[in-house]
Every structure is written in structure tokens, then in C-alpha cells.
């Protein structure tokens, strides 16, 4: 899936707010959580998210969805991560 077929998916999902997220190689983020839902297309480097008792990886290509507020812990790859994202307030 390119860039322009997910900002389709978002729109259509009603995700307004679509943003580039750069993080730096080996970055690591502790349990937090965000004010809003947040759907992603990885593209570039990768990304282990720690959700609940799961560990979800994701690299190039790569779609996450993350629920409004939903406790996660984030680990970016040796070469960091870039990802496309959609982020919705709670409806």
C-alpha cells in the first residue's frame, strides 16, 4: 500500500489529523498513552509496540492501529522508524 492509497483508508475512516512521525535509531518510549485513536503505515525502519501482553512489530509497509488512550510502550529500530499516521479524538 502507498502513501496516497492510505490517506484514502484514513479519510474514509475518518482520521483528520494525518502527520509524518520521525524517531531517532534505537529511541524507546515507557508506558504511555494518547489523547486520541492513531492508525500508522510504516515507512521507513521499524517499530516494537508493547500493547497490553503483546508485543507487535512492525516494519516497511506495515500497518498499526492503536485505540483512543490505549497503554503502549514504543521501541524504535537500529534505524529508527518513519511513519504516516491518522489520529482521531474520541468520537
Given at each position: 500500500?502507498?502513501?496516497?492509497?492510505?490517506?484514502?483508508?484514513?479519510?474514509?475512516?475518518?482520521?483528520?489529523?494525518?502527520?509524518?512521525?520521525?524517531?531517532?535509531?534505537?529511541?524507546?518510549?515507557?508506558?504511555?498513552?494518547?489523547?486520541?485513536?492513531?492508525?500508522?503505515?510504516?515507512?521507513?525502519?521499524?517499530?516494537?509496540?508493547?500493547?497490553?501482553?503483546?508485543?507487535?512489530?512492525?516494519?516497511?509497509?506495515?500497518?498499526?492501529?492503536?485505540?483512543?488512550?490505549?497503554?503502549?510502550?514504543?521501541?524504535?529500530?537500529?534505524?529508527g522508524v518513519?511513519?504516516?499516521?491518522?489520529?482521531?479524538?474520541?468520537?
Amino acid at each position: 500500500m502507498n502513501q496516497e492509497q492510505f490517506k484514502k483508508i484514513l479519510t474514509d475512516e475518518g482520521f483528520q489529523d494525518l502527520v509524518i512521525v520521525e524517531r531517532e535509531a534505537d529511541g524507546y518510549l515507557d508506558m504511555h498513552t494518547h489523547p486520541f485513536e492513531a492508525k500508522a503505515l510504516i515507512l521507513e525502519g521499524s517499530v516494537v509496540l508493547q500493547v497490553d501482553d503483546e508485543t507487535l512489530s512492525f516494519k516497511v509497509g506495515d500497518v498499526f492501529h492503536l485505540g483512543y488512550a490505549k497503554p503502549h510502550t514504543e521501541r524504535y529500530g537500529p534505524s529508527g522508524v518513519k511513519y504516516l499516521v491518522g489520529r482521531k479524538a474520541e468520537a
